[in-house]
């Protein structure tokens, strides 16, 4: 099968969206039902009003055929995200803390529980000026980029995902840069080694010749 | 001397930037490949070689190598008092890999390039996010080949983002190839 560049450059988002499938999330189950035992392990047993963790997969599949209903999760509220892209958008915060996979969570539960959540076009807008916001500091935090490495904390999968072609390439040839700037500085150091035992030889001869 | 990638084909194109050289034998038969005229070519004659040529016969003393004008005194000056403004790609297409080649003969060469690409990858960063406007076309157009090719990479991570955001990730498109030979 043909390997597109995208997919050498570092993970496609089908991919990260695979990954963000096996974080768990909350439902209330509608229907009665045993313990499932998966691969992963056991969930279940469903039993109607209670709350049980369930992996998103199952999470989205059972809400497709109208079993269950997602609880959103905390951080998804719309109030809470306001908050976040206030303290975001202070100058010189750090990145908020925010799920590795909140995009493609987000992005799923707005596709497949539209109505399990309050307010989604107001959190649709708001994800999308975190996500600007985020995008414009990241791009500020490449200055700190150096041969040995470059540190932002809480940045999302799908974030990392999106510099990942920039800063491992930068890597690459401020490292070329660091080994050629070594080699030079050695040759440098050699050559006025080879210099100073001259003279100091010269030195030697000449109170040699004076005798 | 200058450690070569055997099989980086940028890295071998990159050696095709001519350097300066002064002869410092007399050659016979080759003035055809110098200036011209007489079919000798006298010592200290003047000779534009490729680097991976020069570097070879500047080691057995056929030549003297001279700093190539992509990296004089001159020109190292104005990369550090405007490196975002320098039209590289005009300059030598291979800038970067050709100064990592040439790193031994000026030594200024690793400071030189290391604030010139963190200079510039940022703006490109910048570009690649910004999408179309004049001054990111202009920029574009001032790239060597090592930026151009981050540069594309960049616009295809992010643009990753959007279009699975807009549900595109998993639809087949066609290729541009067939598109082209179709119509």
Known sequence: MAISTRQTEGFTMPELEYLAQSESITIVPLHRMDRVELVRGVVGPFRPPQKTEVPLWLAVMLKRTNRCRIVAPKWLAFEHLRDLCRREEQPDAMFTRLPVHYLEIAHMLLTHAEDDLVEPQGIRRLLQDLREVRQ???????????????????????????????????????????????????????????????????????????? | MARRSYYDIDDILAGQERVPCVLRVDLDGLGSAGSGGTSKVHR?????????????????????????????????RMYTASPESMQLRAICQYFYLFGLQLGDMVPDIPQLLRNMFMQRIIKVARIAQQGQNVEALDFAQSLDKTEARMLKLCQQAQSSISEWHKNNAYALKRAAVTASTAG
């Open chain 1, 136 to 211: 414009s500091k990241t791009h500020e935090g490449l200055r700190m980029l150096n041969s040995q490495q470059l540190q932002m904390d809480n940045l999302s999968a799908a974030e990392i995902n999106e510099i990942r072609p920039l800063f491992r390439h930068s890597f690459d040839m401020l490292r070329q840069l660091d080994v050629l700037a070594s080699a030079t500085e050695e040759s440098q150091q050699q050559s006025q080694f080879a210099e100073n035992s001259y003279s100091q030889m010269d030195d030697a001869f000449g109170a040699d010749y004076t005798h």
């Open chain 2, 44 to 76: 200290n004659a003047r000779w534009a070689l490729p680097y991976w040529m020069a570097d070879r016969l500047n080691e057995e003393d056929y030549v003297d190598m001279e700093v190539s004008p992509v990296f004089s005194k001159r020109a190292n």
